[in-house]
């Protein structure tokens, strides 16, 4: 399946394409709580923070940036 495949699917079928896009969404938090975000087998983060600000590393000022995305999507989409 292409980019443009789910593009499509979700011009179409808004309602249905949520339900799949969170339904896909909750698998991950499914599997991903169970491991350990740090860890040399598995990481969504680079190898070097020296260059990165720590004050925008903070978990609970990531999780608040990621809700208000959250929240612009769901606004739009409505």
């Not at 593009?7 to 991950?28: R, V």
């Not at 940036?65 to 769901?74: D, M």
């Amino acid at each position: 399946m292409t980019p443009r495949h789910f593009a499509e699917y979700a011009k179409n079928n808004p309602e249905e394409y949520q339900a799949f896009s969170d339904s896909l969404w909750n698998g991950f938090v499914s599997v991903t709580k169970h491991i350990p975000i740090v860890n040399r087998f598995f990481s969504f983060t680079p190898a070097d923070f020296s260059a990165v600000d720590q004050e925008i590393l903070k978990p609970r000022k990531i999780g608040r940036e990621l809700g208000k995305v959250y929240k612009q999507f769901n606004s739009d989409t409505e």
